[in-house]
């Protein structure tokens, strides 16, 4: 019975987990080491990631780039962005990394810079139903406190 519990509580932490529909990886050139997952800091598009980005796929990681909502360029989407939907975003590209991790049966890494790492941080240790784990995770500069005046 409690192995039968288990199983629809497994099954309902996955069937909650939709990849985004748009996710376009950075594929390297060769063999598939693993995937990464990579997020951006606050005011920061995503291609301030390069020089993490592009290390990664030339050791033959494939790289998604998590998106911020509001961090596209659009000033309006940005006033309007919340901490649930970055949650949303961390989490529809944790699935569609995750997928591609077991597809091709390697490692899920996640590195995150600032509010990036913050908001991955938030998602894997508040929603453990969710079911979001990664072999490794990279935080830099994570913004773990705010302060008046530095």
């Known amino acids: 019975m409690l192995f039968l519990l288990f199983s629809v509580i ?34 920061h598009r995503p291609d301030k990631m390069d020089d993490i980005v592009n290390p990664l796929r030339a050791q033959g990681y494939a790289v998604l780039r998590a998106v911020l909502s509001g961090h596209e360029g659009d000033m309006e989407k940005f006033k309007k962005a919340s901490r649930e939907q970055w949650r949303n975003d961390l989490l529809g590209a944790y699935c569609a990394a995750r997928a591609l991790a077991d597809q091709g049966k390697v490692p899920l890494h996640f590195v995150g810079y600032s509010i990036g790492a913050l908001i991955n941080s938030d998602l894997v240790e508040s929603e ?23």
């Open 10 to 43: 497994a099954a309902q932490a996955q069937a909650s987990c939709e990849p985004l529909p748009n996710a376009r990886f950075e594929m390297p050139n060769g063999a598939m080491k693993g995937v990464v997952v990579v997020a951006h800091g606050l005011n």
């Open 128 to 150: 453990p139903d969710l079911g979001v784990r990664y072999d490794r995770m990279v935080y830099l500069a994570p913004a773990v406190s705010v302060k008046a005046a530095s």
